[in-house]
């Protein structure tokens, strides 16, 4: 089986050090590792994570594929990166760096549970935001506004909040549409795949050319 793109049963270790790498740079502290880990273990739902063994990401036309897939239920694709909120702050501005994911809010509770406490994640399209309670409470922002965010590559945006969760540490105190996040970063390809699947399943990736990716356990 070809190396490039490697699929295991809840193999969410690489999806894992990103996060939880992001926030010790972020705060710079122990207890925020060990609250990031468990967050993750707590809030990741999905059966597989496919993710590449180096940094070249995964391209577009592997997510495709994997819905493609036999026993294939939800397939959540997930970028990451980093985002700058600017917000007042006595009387001037100020601005923050925050930990970043990029996912698309399909079926998201089946893959990833952010413990949304106010708004519908489901509305995580366009122009909009989700936001941990943390990040929520340090740039005043709340369900229905917007708030001005810099993407990873310094791009503006002003993004509507549709959602506050108390996950942040485990995934990433901003989340916004994967579209988005991919699309300003330099690569323009996703760190990881979660899947949900129908039972024990087997499948074969097939993708444009000669390339074929062996998924999943034998039943």
């Known amino acids: 089986m070809p190396r490039a793109v490697m699929l295991a049963d809840m193999a969410a270790t690489p999806l894992a050090m990103g996060v939880t790498l992001a926030a010790v740079q972020v705060f710079g502290a122990s207890t925020t590792l ?26 577009p036309e592997v997510v ?5 897939t036999p026993g ?18 006595e009387d001037s ?9 990029g996912v698309t809010p399909d079926r998201l509770p089946e893959t990833i549970d952010l413990a949304v406490t106010q708004g519908d994640i489901a509305e995580l399209r366009g122009e909009t935001v989700a936001l941990s309670r943390i990040a929520a409470e340090t740039v005043r922002g709340t369900v229905g506004e917007t708030i001005e965010l810099r993407l990873g590559d310094g791009h503006l945006r002003n993004p509507r909040v549709v959602a506050i969760y108390e996950n942040g540490l485990g995934f990433g105190d901003v989340t916004l549409p994967n579209d988005l996040v991919v699309a300003h970063t330099t690569a323009q390809v996703n760190s990881a795949v979660l899947v949900s699947a129908v039972g024990l399943w087997r499948g074969v990736v097939a993708l444009p050319g000669s390339r074929r990716w062996r998924m999943g356990i034998d039943p």
């Open 64 to 68: 495709e594929a994997v819905w493609e």
């Open 34 to 59: 060990a609250g990031a880990q468990q967050q993750f273990a707590e809030g990741l739902r999905a059966d597989y994570t496919l993710t590449a063994p180096s940094a070249a990401g995964i391209s």
């Open 72 to 89: 294939v239920a939800v397939v959540t694709p997930v970028g990451r990166s980093q985002a700058l909120l600017t917000f007042p702050s």
């Open 93 to 101: 501005t100020a601005t923050r760096v925050f930990a970043a994911q």
